[in-house]
C-alpha cells in the first residue's frame, strides 16, 4: 500500500483514540496487519495487550474502600464478638515426577520406526540398521521423508 500522508495522519489520529488494529484497518479500507507494519514504522506507542487491558478494567470497576471523613465522630465499639475459627489452610498435594524412560534402542545406529500402540505390550521399534545420518532404515526413512511434490501427485 502506498501510504500518502493524509493516510498517515488518519492512522495517527486513529491511533491516538485508543482504537484496534482491525477497527483502524475497517475505517481506512486497509488490513490489520498494514495498519500494524505502519505502525510500528511510524515507532507508535504500543498498545497494551487486550488480555491485560481486559484484567485492569475490571480491577478499576472493583469497589474501594472509602476513608471515613476526618471531621466524623469516632464509632462507637460494636458488642463483643466471637472469635472466629481460622480459616482452613489448603493442602497441597504433591505432583508426581515425569517418568522418563530411555529410549529402548539396540544401538545408536539402529532405526527408531515406532511400531505397534504405544503402552501395549506388542509396542516396539524397528531395529534394523539407520541410513546414514538419518534416524531411520532405507524402508521407513522413504516413508518419512517424502517430497512435498510428491504428495501433491498422490492427491490428484
Known sequence: MDWSAEAIEQLRAL?????????????????????????????????????????????????RPVAAPVSAPAPRPAAPVAPRAPAPVPVMRAVPPAVVRPFPRSSARSCCWPIGEPGTPEFRFCTEEAAGGKPYCLEHASIAYVKARDRREDAA
Open 15 to 63: 491511533w491516538a483514540e485508543g482504537h484496534s488494529t482491525a477497527e483502524i484497518g475497517r475505517r481506512m479500507g486497509i488490513s490489520k496487519n498494514a495498519v500494524v507494519g505502519k505502525a510500528h514504522r511510524l515507532h507508535l506507542p504500543a498498545r497494551p495487550s487486550p488480555i491485560q487491558r481486559e484484567q485492569a478494567a475490571a480491577a478499576a470497576q472493583a469497589p
